[in-house]
């Protein structure tokens, strides 16, 4: 007999959700064009939520990509059972695998599917903005960005905002020569 996940919702929490934030995160939320839609810890979803959940939201968003986040790794695996169905491989809090790359196309269940790479990781060492944090510094920046994409995976460069809902000043300043030094070497 299986032993129970116990970072799954119980059912009166599955059903909870249902009746409140998954009907409104997809008859409001998807009312309006999304690019990306981001599951953040899909494990504690049972596998065939997060199959209604992809569903709909390819219904209501043919056009976005759909992020069952697989949590920290270097995206080498996927583990099914916590992050399927998805159209990205996440891979957090290290890069793509410095032997494999990023393999983009992956048999699942029988079948072949395109599941391109993206690198998640914050500017600093902080997902939301503390005002302590400290920022990456220009050249680790531009070395995620060059070895992300040499490895065949796109960099999500986490950028908080802060308590107002700004970007502070030395962020902005910071993703500016990020951008000019990409622009230097032909990214």
Same mark, same amino acid.
């Given at each position: 007999?299986?032993? &129970?996940?116990? &970072? ?15 009907? %409104?995160?997809?008859?409001?939320? %998807? ?17 065939? /939520? ?12 043919? #056009? $976005?990509?759909?992020? %069952? ?22 891979? #957090? ?13 992956? $048999? ?5 599917? /395109? ?14 903005? $503390? ?8 050249? #680790?920046?531009?070395?995620? /960005? ?24 030395? $962020?902005?300043?910071?993703? %500016? ?11």
């Amino acid at each position: 007999m299986k032993s &129970e996940n116990k &970072e799954r919702l119980s059912r009166e929490q599955l059903q909870a959700w249902e009746q409140f934030g998954y009907g %409104m995160f997809i008859h409001f939320g %998807m009312s309006t064009y999304l690019g990306e839609v981001w599951v953040d810890i899909p494990a504690i979803l049972t596998r065939d /939520y997060k199959n209604r959940l992809y569903s709909d939201i390819r219904k209501w968003q043919p #056009e $976005t990509a759909i992020v %069952m986040n697989h949590g920290i790794g270097n995206g080498s695996e996927l583990n099914i059972d916590k992050a399927w169905p998805t159209d990205i491989i996440t891979i #957090e809090r290290f890069l793509p695998d410095s032997m494999a790359y990023h393999q983009k196309v992956r $048999t699942i269940e029988g079948h072949e599917y /395109y599941l391109p790479g993206e690198v998640c990781d914050p500017i600093g060492k902080d997902w939301f903005y $503390t005002p302590d944090d400290q920022l990456r510094s220009d050249a #680790e920046l531009l070395g995620m /960005y060059l070895v992300t994409r040499a490895r065949g995976a796109n960099l999500l460069l986490d950028v908080p905002p802060d308590k107002h809902g700004l970007l502070p000043i030395p $962020t902005v300043d910071s993703l %500016m020569r990020l951008r000019k030094q990409i622009d230097s070497v032909g990214g």
